[in-house]
């Protein structure tokens, strides 16, 4: 398992509509990816997993994928281009 932090730059945090987007884009990979956020993981495709999270915007959480680091920037970018969070 690989991970690196990521920054939320949603200004509503990880909530609602936020979620729903970032599960479905996640779900289309076929690696497990988790996030974690002040101690607590969850599966990435799960929208109450990552809506129980309370991640709030500016928050940094840490991304993880049960393979390559090749497959982690692959997630990272998805995340970006989406304007879902930002490399630090």
Do not use: C, W
Not at 49 to 68: C, F, H, N, R
């Amino acid at each position: 398992m690989v991970s690196t932090t990521v920054k939320v730059i949603s200004s509503e945090g990880l909530t609602g509509d936020i979620v729903n987007q970032l599960t479905n884009e996640l779900a289309k990979y076929d690696f497990d990816i988790t996030l974690a956020y002040n101690g607590t993981k969850t599966t990435a495709n799960s929208s109450l997993g990552v809506m129980s999270l309370g991640v709030p915007d500016g928050a940094k959480i840490e991304l993880s994928v049960d393979g390559t680091t090749d497959q982690l920037e692959s997630v990272v970018s998805t995340l970006v281009d989406h304007k879902m969070a930002a490399r630090i």
